[in-house]
Structures are given as C-alpha cells and as structure tokens.
C-alpha cells in the first residue's frame, strides 16, 4: 500500500527524471511546476479555509472570490502542468505578478503592499527554474514596475476606494511569503538540483562510456595491427589507421584525406562481398569488407599474406609440375594414357554415339624396337604421333599409349565415314619415314572400341582397344571391338590374377613325363607345370601359359618351375634315384631378363644341381631372325654344358636352315609332324628330310606325342633317338613315377620291346 502510494507520488512529481521522448520538457521543469503548485495550492487552500469564516462574517466577498479563483486556477494549472506546460508556467508566473499587483492596489497598508511585491521579484528565480533565462529576464524586466513603485513611494489604493482588509491579512501575506519562500521555492530549486546532480552523473557515466570506446577504437582502429580504411558511401577514405597510412606510404599525422580507396587501388571492386586478394607494391593482401551497423559507412581491413601466397605459388608450381609428369610420358614426352582418360572424361562424352578410341601399332613394331634400339623407337612413336596430330584434323585427343602405340579420338557419324577416316589415317601413318639415315616404310594396326551405353568408361574403351589391336594383323587392319574378345578380356584378366597369386604362393606343381628310348627305358623326364586353381580348378598349360606370357607372369612361374625342378633333382640325388636329364619348357620372354644365365645358374647351385642335369626345351619362335640376344643367350648356356632342345618343331614357321645358326641339342618334332607320317607321305618325306638334317648338324631327334605304338619304328628308323608320348606315360607327379619305378624299374612300354618292329 505504501509502495503504492510512493509510485504514485514518485509519478506525480516526476521524481525520477525518466526519459520522455513524447515530451520536449524535461521532467525535472514539470517536477518543479508541480512541487511550486502543490505547495501554492496547500497554502490557498489553507488561506481559503482560514478566511472563509471571518470573509463571511465582514461581507468580504471578493476576498472570498479571489481565494477561491486563485485556489481554483492552481489546481488547474496543476491538471494541465504536463499537456500545456509552457503555458501553465506562464500563468502562473503572470497569476502570481497580478497578485501582487493585486495586493498593492488594494492593500492600504503601504508596508503590507510592499512585502506583496515580494511576489512579484520571486518571479524571474521562478521563470529561471520553470522556462529558462530568457522568461527569466522578461520576468526581471517587468519587476522594474513595482520596484519603482516602491521605491516612489507609489500608492495606488488611493485612485481606487480600497475594499475593507481581513483583520489578519499581514498574516496571510506574511504567511503566504513565509511558504513561497521557505518550502515552494526550496523544494522547487532541491528538484532542479537533483536533477542537475542526476544529469552531472550521467554525463559523467557517457564520459566514461565515450573513453571506454575511444580505447575499443584505439584497440581495433587506430593502434590496430592491420590496416584498416573507413569508407563513405561514396567510397571516399573517412579515416585510416597508422598500418593503412604505412601501407600506402600517407604521411602519420595526415589526417584524413577524403580521396577514393579507388584511386589507390584501383583494382579493388566495391561490390565483391567476398574477400580479395590485391597485390600493394611488393605484398599481397587479402581485403575484408565489413559494414558498419547501424551507418553507411565500410570498413575495409587489410590481412597480409605475401608469405601464403607465396607457399600457394609454389604448390601451383609444384602442382603443375606433377601434373606435367604425370600426365606426360617419361620415354617420348607425349601426352600419356593418363591424360587421355582425363581428356575423355572431361569431354562429357559418354551418351553421345559416334565416338571411337583407336589404338595404334606398328605390325612390325618388335621388329623396329630390335633393329634401331629404344630409344630411336621413340623417335619413330614421335614421328608417328606429329604426323598424324598434324594432318589429320579429326583427331579430337591422342596420346602414347606405351610400347611404341599411339591411341586416338575420333568422332564420325558413321560406320563409312568411319572407314575412310581410317584408311586416310593409315595412308598418313604408313607413308615413307626417313629417320636415323635411313629411309623405311610401316604398317599400322587399328585396334578400334566404341562408346556405348555399357562401355562409357574411357578406361574401359581404351582396353576394348587394346583388346581388339591384338587381334589385328596385316590381312585384318581395322580390328574392331566385340563382346567376345570383351568376356575373353575379362576371363584372361581373372585367370592372371589368381594365377600372379599361384604363382607368389608357389602353389604351381610340377608334373613329369617321362622320355625314353624306342625301346621304352626312361632316359629323361620334361617337368610340365599344372595349376590347380581353388577358383577355377584344373587349368590347363595351354590356357594359363599364353596368359602368363601376356600379363608378364611368365619369368616368375619359369623360376618357380627351376627351383622345383632342382629340389627334386636334389631330393632324387640324396635318395641315389638319378634320373636326369630334367627338361624345363623355357618361353622366349625369358630371354628378355637380363640376368637370366646368372639366375638360372644361382638356382642350380643352390640345390647343386649341374647343368648337364637340366635340358631346356625353347619354343621355335625365339629362333627369330636377327634375334641376337636369343642367339647369345642359347650359346651362353651351352657354354655352361645345359642340354638346349628347340621344343614343338613344325608349328612355327622357322626356316629349318636356319637350325644351323643355333648351338642346339636336340630337336622335338612336333605331334602334328609326327602323327601325320603314317598317313601323308608327305609328311613322311618332311619328317625324313628333317631327321637326315638334323643328322648333318649332329643334332637328336625328339618324337613327341607319341600316343601309338605304330609310328615309333618308321620315327626310330628315321633316327629318333628319343620318344616322348602317352603311349609311353602320361604326365605324372614326382611321387607317381618314383613309386612307378620302384615297383617297374625305368622302362615305360605299354607292350614288350620284344613286340616291337626293328
Ligand atoms: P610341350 O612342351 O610340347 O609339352 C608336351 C605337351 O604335350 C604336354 O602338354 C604333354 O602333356 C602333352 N603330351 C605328351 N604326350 C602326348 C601325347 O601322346 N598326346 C597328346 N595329345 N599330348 C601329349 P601340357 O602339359 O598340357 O603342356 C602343354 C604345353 O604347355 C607344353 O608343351 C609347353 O609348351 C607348355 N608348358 C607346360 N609347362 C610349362 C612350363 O613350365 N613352362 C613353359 N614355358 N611352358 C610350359
Ligand atoms: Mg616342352
Ligand atoms: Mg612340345
């Protein structure tokens, strides 16, 4: 209740100097008028009561009039103090003048009318107070009237026949004077005062505001460590800090300068929300641009990073340099397979049709390499690459595709522009080089792949090529793509890769098939590897030895194959069971090792195995033409005493003379040779004349594949000395056969030598 009664005084008088922004008075000036008021209004109110009685009593009733109005008027302008304030003020202000003229007018007593005046000279302290110091100095002005009045002497009452006085009326004015002057005008000026002191302190409280944030603009302004600029809106440079005045070399106390961030640095645009990197004389700077809240100013700040941009330089650089040799091929600085597939990719060209990946390859592209050596092979996969990036302007993409291949993209509309497109390329590729002094012709080979729905990868294309190449020969030139040769891809690929595992595992086994004599007595054993794949089961030499020679599996597997081979030699030699020769079937990639006599040499001697105890069966085709390195290799391992057998004669297409060139051993006719003897007497004379060569160069013949009896005797009386079929025995392991001899003895003869023909 009391609270109540608190705010609601505290509220009426304004007492709290609470910001009004609807009124342009201030609250302590309405304070003020309302403590003057309430106090005038007390003291009439007082007057009127006290006088009421006697007024009546003496017929005064004008005293009663004027009592009543004044009381009246106050707590009007009371009411009105707040909506009408200026207005109030006045009133009262010229109500309290009239008073006193009232008082000497109608006074009789001369020193009473005097002391009334007093009411008046309070007026310009009160107008002070209430309306400020130019109402004050009107007011002060019109006090000169009764001040002269009352200097003069001046009595007004007698021009008017003065209404009779209340007997106490110098108390009243006396009284009235009394409260004006000891409780109105004090609480009056204590309510200015406070309002002073609330104002003194609040300036005082913004004082410390404002250092608190000359300090925060000191901190993040000018002693800030970055250089920072404040635009207008107009662009115009309002302020910099002493980092930004450094930066664009502006004296230190130049104030601010109101030109255009523009003109210093005019490649900074204005509208970028996002932060810029602008390079200042030698320093690179990253430009924030911050709005200022609340104004049409921005802030631009300034973050150094010569250093960072720098380091990004050099990553760039080191990048591109990367990219560069990645991307490039190391042999002939071509554009590599790498980059090709990324062109594809990035050409988007997946769902459109017409597009061809072409891989290209000299037919004689071995023959090349062995004749001019890598490194002008190069030269002539540079030649080819220009010449067909030169003229042929369909070619959207080309690269070196490895090992002298070229591999192209072309978009045709169809399958017989395609063609001629084709033909045009292989006329251009194919036409005279004239490279390392002399002057020679090629034949390309065109492996070609198309995009389609399922083949989009260019990954994937180029392998369709590269599939489709190998099937190309000089008859077939544009070898095209198709799904068989795909899934025989993808089979070859799987067979490779389980077969790379058999291979580093070791879990290839060794089979032997016995060699013997016309009379069936084991004179020999040729090892024959067998895999049997836990994923594909049994997989056939003929199947998995071709892959082996493709996907370069097959010098690890020849190695596997020695090294068993030796072991069991070993085993056999410590058990005093010695049947050798061992043949060991050798591919004509082997010969590509490098160390490939020291190799074989070091694994024999690591089981002491000695060379006359290992024969080496070589395929027909590494006796090639001009195959120097084959022939040195042959001659170095006859020189370590190996037995050298050319295996499977007759199926390639050697030039029997050609034996001749070669330290060879032995000869091992073919089966298709051999079985055909007694039914072409073609055959017949070619076997012959074969043995009677092979007699002139002291060389043995082998019969292989012998799986009847009836061919052994003609083959025999030819002049083979050994035979190899199933006729005699299948292919076995290690342990069959030494069981075999143990319960047999060393000969292998479905029937009794006896039986056969002499
Ligand atoms: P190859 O060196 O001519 O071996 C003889 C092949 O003829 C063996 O086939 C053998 O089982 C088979 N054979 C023997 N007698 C007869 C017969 O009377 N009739 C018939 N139809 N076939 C007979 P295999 O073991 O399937 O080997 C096939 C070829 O795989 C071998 O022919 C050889 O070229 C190659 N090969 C086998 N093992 C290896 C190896 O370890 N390294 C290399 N590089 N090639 C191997
Ligand atoms: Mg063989
Ligand atoms: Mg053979």
Redesign the pocket.
């Given at each position: 209740m009391l609270l109540q009664y608190k705010s609601s005084i505290l509220n009426f008088f304004l007492l709290t100097d609470n910001d009004d922004t609807n009124n342009k008075i201030p609250n302590w000036r309405i304070s003020a008028l309302r403590i003057i008021l309430s106090t005038v209004m007390l003291v009439c109110l007082a007057v009127v009561c006290h006088t009421f009685g006697p007024a009546v009593q003496l017929s005064l009733i004008h005293i009663i009039i004027l009592s009543v109005s004044f009381f009246s008027i106050v707590i009007t302008l009371l009411i009105a103090s707040y909506k009408y304030y200026k207005f109030c003020a006045h009133f009262f202000l010229i109500t309290t003048v009239l008073a006193s003229l009232a008082i000497n007018l109608f006074i009789t007593d001369l020193e009473l009318a005097k002391v009334g005046s007093m009411y008046m000279f309070a007026c310009p302290t009160i107008a002070l107070i209430l309306l400020g110091y130019r109402s004050a100095i009107c007011y002060a002005l019109l006090n000169l009237a009764p001040f002269f009045m009352i200097i003069y002497n001046v009595d007004l009452s007698i021009l008017f026949s003065p209404p009779e006085q209340l007997p106490n009326t110098n108390w009243y004015i006396m009284g009235v004077i009394f409260a004006f002057y000891n409780i109105c005008i004090p609480l009056a000026v204590a309510r200015t005062s406070v309002a002073a002191k609330r104002l003194n302190q609040s300036i005082q409280d913004s004082n410390t505001h404002l250092t608190a944030k000359n300090e925060l603009y000191r901190t993040f302004f000018s002693h800030y460590y970055k250089p920072k600029v404040i635009l207008s809106e107009k662009g115009e440079i309002i302020d910099l800090n002493e980092q930004a005045k450094i930066l664009f070399t502006i004296e230190l106390n130049t104030q601010t300068t109101n030109e255009h961030l523009s003109t210093l640095l005019p490649k900074l645009t204005s509208n970028d929300h996002k932060d810029q990197l602008i390079q200042i004389k030698d320093s690179y700077h990253r430009v924030t641009k911050q709005n200022v809240v609340n104004s049409t100013y921005t802030v631009y700040e300034f973050s150094d990073c010569t250093q960072e941009h720098k380091i990004k330089k050099n990553l760039i650089s080191i990048e591109e340099k990367y990219k560069r040799l990645r991307y490039t091929d190391s042999q002939t600085n071509l554009p590599n397979k790498d980059w090709f597939e990324r062109q594809c990719e990035s050409l988007a060209i997946k769902k459109s049709a017409g597009f061809y990946i072409i891989v290209i390859q000299s037919a004689n592209n071995d023959y090349v390499n062995l004749k001019f050596g890598e490194s002008d092979f190069r030269t002539l996969t540079i030649a080819a690459y220009k010449r067909i990036t030169d003229n042929i302007k369909e070619i959207l993409l080309c690269s070196d595709a490895g090992l002298g291949k070229l591999v192209f993209l072309i978009n045709t509309p169809n399958v017989e522009e395609l063609e001629k497109l084709l033909s045009r390329i292989k006329k251009t590729l194919d036409a005279e080089y004239t490279l390392f002094n002399s002057t020679f012709t090629q034949s390309y080979l065109f492996g070609i792949a198309q995009f389609s729905q399922e083949n989009n990868s260019s990954a994937k294309v180029i392998a369709n090529a590269q599939e489709a190449l190998k099937s190309a020969d000089n008859i077939n030139v544009f070898s095209y793509y198709n799904q068989e040769s795909s899934q025989l891809f993808l089979k070859k690929h799987e067979i490779s890769m389980l077969l790379d595992e058999a291979i580093q595992s070791a879990a290839l086994d060794v089979y032997y098939?016995p060699k013997v004599t016309k009379d069936g007595l084991c004179i020999g054993l040729?090892?024959?590897?067998r895999w049997n794949s836990p994923v594909l089961g049994v997989v056939?030499?003929?199947t998995f030895?071709p892959v082996a020679e493709e996907y370069r599996l097959?010098c690890p597997?020849?190695n596997l194959?020695i090294q068993k081979v030796c072991a069991q030699i070993q085993k056999w030699n410590q058990s005093g069971f010695d049947v050798v020769p061992i043949a060991?079937?050798?591919?004509p990639f082997d010969f590509n090792q490098k160390d490939f006599v020291s190799n074989l040499i070091r694994y024999l001697a690591d089981f002491n195995v000695k060379p006359d105890q290992i024969e080496l069966?070589i395929?027909e085709t590494a006796l090639e033409e001009n195959n120097t390195n084959a022939l040195k290799i042959i001659q170095s391992l006859q020189s370590w005493g190996f037995i050298i057998s050319i295996?499977?004669f007759g199926t390639g297409y050697s030039n029997i003379a050609r034996l001749a060139d070669y330290p060879i051993n032995k000869l091992k006719l073919d089966?298709s040779l051999t079985n055909m003897i007694t039914t072409s007497k073609r055959h017949y004379n070619l076997v012959k004349a074969v043995h009677a060569m092979c007699r002139s160069l002291n060389i043995k013949c082998v019969s292989?594949?012998?799986?009847k009896r009836e061919y052994i005797a003609s083959l025999a009386d030819m002049g083979s000395e050994e035979f190899?079929?199933?006729?005699f025995a299948r292919?076995m392991t290690a342990s069959d056969f030494y069981l075999y001899t143990q319960q047999n003895g060393l000969f292998f003869n479905g029937e009794k030598v006896e039986n056969l023909p002499s």
């Open positions: 098939q040729e090892a024959l590897a056939p030499p003929d030895i097959i597997l020849t194959i060991i079937n050798l591919s069966e395929t295996d499977d089966r292989e594949g012998i799986e190899q079929g199933y006729y292919p």
